[in-house]
T-cell receptor, first 116, second 118 residues
Framework: NAGVTQTPKFQVLKTGQSMTLQCAQD?????MSWYRQDPGMGLRLIHY???????DQGEVPNGYNVSRSTTEDFPLRLLSAAPSQTSVYFC???????????????FGPGTRLTVL | AQKVTQAQTEISVVEKEDVTLDCVYE???????LFWYKQPPSGELVFLIR??????QNEISGRYSWNFQKSTSSFNFTITASQVVDSAVYFC???????????????FGPGTSLSVIP
């Protein structure tokens, strides 16, 4: 298994550009999520999905869109990049646990995004 | 609302010292999971432990141990006889049900940066 893969690993954008960060997993996990990591802020949840066709907002969803058309893929779209979106982005996946909580998450290697 | 607090931003210890990383959480859920993850300087996130809300038994794994206390909403992590390779950022995380949508989500604390000095 490749686990959780993310592309690209590095990206530089100009303000106002749009782009899509790709995330894929081959473990048949139902739950997938996107986090951003900023110094001193830890990991903050952007969006998450509990299955194909189902997504929900996390703590910091503004400026980002997601969709989940398949179990394997969970792309994150930046609609109009801003310098405040400069960050490291992590995608994660896990099994859903019955009666509430999410199982251990497996993380991708991250995408380092710089917006000029 | 769910919240995870890691009050220690940075900790420095000398090699072979014991060190405890604190984690305090808030949740209204009766069923939830707590996690610890490690992020070494290379940047990847490494899972360390998962504990569910019905299991308050403390756990020891080699030099690592975890103390889960529901009464104080704490899930602390201790490294015994620290080593330089333990230098990393450690994150505590909480998984529980979203009241708004009934979907569960995982919230991370801000992390504690541990430096072990040789």
């Amino acid at each position: 298994n490749a686990g959780v893969t993310q592309t690209p690993k590095f990206q530089v954008l100009k303000t106002g550009q749009s782009m899509t960060l790709q995330c894929a997993q081959d473990m048949n996990h139902e739950y997938m999520s996107w986090y951003r990591q900023d110094p001193g802020m830890g990991l903050r949840l952007i969006h998450y999905s509990v299955g194909a066709g189902i997504t929900d907002q996390g703590e910091v969803p503004n400026g980002y869109n997601v969709s989940r058309s398949t179990t394997e893929d969970f792309p994150l779209r930046l609609l109009s990049a801003a310098p405040s979106q400069t960050s490291v982005y992590f995608c994660a996946s896990s099994y859903q646990v019955i009666q509430g909580a999410t199982d251990t998450q497996y993380f991708g290697p991250g995408t380092r995004l710089t917006v000029l | 609302a769910q919240k995870v607090t890691q009050a220690q931003t940075e900790i420095s210890v000398v090699e072979k010292e014991d060190v405890t990383l604190d984690c305090v959480y808030e949740t209204r859920d009766t069923t939830y999971y707590l996690f610890w993850y490690k992020q070494p300087p290379s940047g990847e996130l490494v899972f360390l432990i998962r504990r569910n809300s019905f299991d308050e038994q403390n756990e020891i794994s080699g030099r690592y141990s975890w103390n889960f206390q529901k009464s104080t909403s704490s899930f602390n992590f201790t490294i015994t006889a620290s080593q330089v390779v333990d230098s990393a950022v450690y994150f505590c995380a909480l998984s529980g049900m979203s009241l708004k949508t009934s979907y569960d989500k995982v919230i991370f604390g801000p992390g504690t940066s541990l430096s072990v000095i040789p």
